[in-house]
């Protein structure tokens, strides 16, 4: 089969290269041949001009050192996936030979703005993206959505990456949701000056905006790739930023957006086959909305997620960083699912409770893969079933919480039986079932975070981390929120 990927971008100069927003949290890489200017003139009779740029757009997700700093825990998208999981509890970082993560571990960095890793690299790669989406917005005439039809998608999919944007430097930065907070500063112009705090309000309501308009602008858009943002993704993204909010009229928004997402059938459940098969395939796993095919030409090695995570690669997972399921959370997993087999477990063993069965390169070769070929996952649709299950609880809908759990286990026991015990739940232990089985499902997949805040969760670590075991952490806890970085405190004057 003849993989479709990401060429890297050999003309780094369009105009999506300049990506200094403002000396408070980017650093501006000159423009050499392409201007915004001549991206908006001339992509009416070249587009693959504006798909060059939106190309380079995508390719930070999962480069490296697209938080600014020369790490090997910055490359992009999966590394605040993993960073995340850890910040959860979910991951334990049980072994750490090469002190990677254990200032995160500890919750020492995220209580320190003096601590670049991952303060400043998470504000950085964010607002990176913000900045370039800025880029290709401006360079298809602004935010008139009095498009030409050759264009529509492109500005659809800018938008729904400045919402992304956003959506994660929310969830990252600001501890829970409350209007009047203010934290972030918005940017609507690429390479703007310095902007003061807006409201949490005022982000939410720009990122509602964008994805609400991405949406129209995406309608009818068939994709080439699975690393571009369509229609439903960028539904899933407001599904989530509704969720977060975390009222009942925005409750029933979301739920709604993760309904027509599953309705749509343009994605199955992962069965449970795939539920074991690695993950490491955009092409073997029909479930992902979103992801990138990696490619030997990406040249990536051992700075990556499948570096940090695949006991099969040559890096971190098979050297001494090991990052393992958190051992209660392990212990909660029924005998009889699938998923329970995702982990290796033989105490004693230095690969106690690593994800050999869930995260894999498909040679299974010790250390065998030295460059990465094995793909990345952003999104599935097992999130919106198990969204939809999480909502439709919180507003009573117990029954059709219930159907929507079971279509997930469904696929993870071979019997039937296994799962009745569901139809016997209600209100809290429903709910509680529910985010457990969320947590189960996405291991690893950097979607624990999210989950914890949305639920206002608390955290208890298992015997296998090497920090903080058993202590109680609550979802607001300052600890697990990222702080403003110490650059941006100096450098943007109107900083509180």
């Known amino acids: 089969m003849i993989k479709k990927y990401i060429k890297p971008i050999i003309f780094g100069a369009v105009t999506l290269m300049a990506i200094g927003c403002s000396e408070s949290f980017l650093e501006e890489t000159p423009t050499e041949t392409i201007s915004v200017d001549d991206v908006g003139q001339t992509g009416e009779i070249y587009p693959e001009i504006v798909e060059a740029v939106l190309r380079g757009l995508y390719e930070t997700t ?82 008139d959505l009095n498009i030409t039809e050759t264009n529509r998608a492109a500005l659809g999919q800018a938008k729904a990456m400045r919402a992304y944007g956003y959506f994660y430097l929310t969830q990252l930065y600001v501890t829970e949701y409350t209007e009047a907070t203010r934290v972030l500063p918005i940017y609507l112009e690429g390479n703007s000056d310095a902007q003061p705090q807006a409201t949490t309000k005022e982000v939410y309501d720009l990122i509602i905006k964008d994805l609400d308009e991405a949406i129209i602008l995406l309608d009818g858009f068939n994709r080439d790739f699975h690393y571009q943002v369509n229609q439903n993704v960028a539904k899933t993204l407001l599904a989530y930023t509704y969720a977060s909010k975390g009222t009942s009229v925005d409750n029933i928004k979301a739920r709604e957006l993760a309904e027509e997402i599953i309705q749509s059938g343009q994605f199955p459940i992962t069965t449970k086959t795939q539920s074991t098969g690695g993950f490491n395939s955009v092409y073997n796993n029909p479930s992902w909305m979103w992801g990138v095919d990696i490619t030997s030409d990406n040249s990536l090695g051992l700075v990556s997620w499948w570096g940090q995570m695949d006991y099969f690669t040559f890096s971190y997972q098979s050297f001494g960083d090991h990052k393992t399921i958190d051992e209660s959370l392990y212990g909660a997993i029924d005998n009889n699912d699938v998923r329970k087999t995702q982990f290796h477990y033989e105490p004693g063993n230095t690969k106690h409770l690593m994800p050999l069965n869930k995260f894999y390169h498909e040679d299974r070769n010790f250390r065998g893969q030295r460059i990465i070929e094995s793909d990345y996952v952003y999104m599935r649709i097992d999130e919106m079933y198990l969204l939809s299950a999480e909502l439709a609880a919180k507003e009573g809908n117990e029954a059709e919480a219930k159907n929507r759990l079971k279509d997930v286990l469904s696929q993870r026991f071979d019997n039937a039986t296994d799962y009745a015990y569901v139809d016997g739940l209600a209100g809290e232990a429903l709910l509680d079932e529910i985010y457990l089985q969320t947590r189960i499902e996405f291991w690893g997949e950097g979607k624990s975070y999210l989950a914890l805040k949305r639920n206002k969760e608390t955290v208890v670590r298992g015997a296998n981390h090497l920090y903080l075991v058993g202590e109680a952490i609550n979802h607001d806890d300052e600890r697990l929120t990222l702080e403003i970085p110490q650059s941006e405190v100096q450098n943007n004057p109107f900083m509180n």
């Open 62 to 143: 999962f480069q490296t050192q697209t938080g600014g700093l020369n790490t090997h825990e910055d490359f992009g998208q999966k590394g605040y996936d993993v960073i995340t999981d850890i910040l959860s509890g979910d991951m334990a970082l049980s072994r750490n030979t090469y002190n990677r993560y254990s200032s995160i571990a500890q919750l020492i960095a995220t209580n320190d703005f003096t601590f670049a890793k991952p303060n400043y690299m998470a504000w950085r790669y964010y607002y990176r993206i913000i900045n370039q989406s800025n880029l290709v917005i401006k360079s298809l005439g602004g935010d």
